[in-house]
């Protein structure tokens, strides 16, 4: 039997506006009836830097093991205040490719990601948003860490694609 809920990916960096994110996707995870899958990666580079094999395995093994803390730490509380259900998944390696395997595993309905801020030199960075906007066909909402989505208020929403989607709120 298929699964007829939505499906809610949100990404995130675990900077300190992940709870923020967080949380306003589980608002919309209240308002359109969707489970919620929680994504993190992390360069590689980030994590091993010169090193012996046998200590950079080490190193991998006690970032896992630290992650996977911090993910289940942000989690867990926000998971039983609001009785949502919110499966976790992190990855080591290239950004970009760790993010489009998620996708193309998960296959959500809505990307939730946090705003950026702007970087003094625009050019040099990631660009994550421009990479999901054109991996991912659906809907992506942007969320800001000042502003509240509140499912009781009107919702205006703005798709950054020509596509009229199928989803409304």
């Known amino acids: 039997m298929k699964n007829n809920k939505y499906k809610i990916l949100v990404l995130s960096d675990l900077k300190e506006n992940t709870n923020c994110i967080l949380q306003n996707a589980v608002k919309l995870s209240k308002t ?10 992390k360069k590689a580079t980030e994590i091993v830097e010169i090193e012996s094999p046998l200590t950079a395995i080490r190193t991998i093994s006690d970032v896992c093991v630290k992650t996977e803390k911090q993910i289940k730490d942000l989690i867990t509380p926000i998971s039983k205040e609001n009785a949502v259900n919110i499966k976790a998944a992190f990855g080591f390696g290239n950004v970009k490719n760790e993010i489009k395997n998620c996708i193309n595993r998960s296959k959500p309905d809505v ?16 660009n994550i948003t421009d990479f999901v ?9 942007i969320v800001s860490d000042t502003v509240d989505f509140n499912p009781k208020k009107e919702l205006s929403l703005d798709f950054l694609r020509n596509e009229r ?5």
């Open 111 to 126: 990307v939730v990601l946090g705003n950026r801020k702007q970087k003094v030199l625009s050019f040099i960075g990631d």
């Open 165 to 169: 989607q199928l989803m409304s709120v």
């Open 133 to 141: 906007l054109k991996i991912h066909t659906g809907p992506i909402m």
């Open 32 to 41: 359109i009836d969707a489970d919620i899958d929680f994504f993190y990666a």
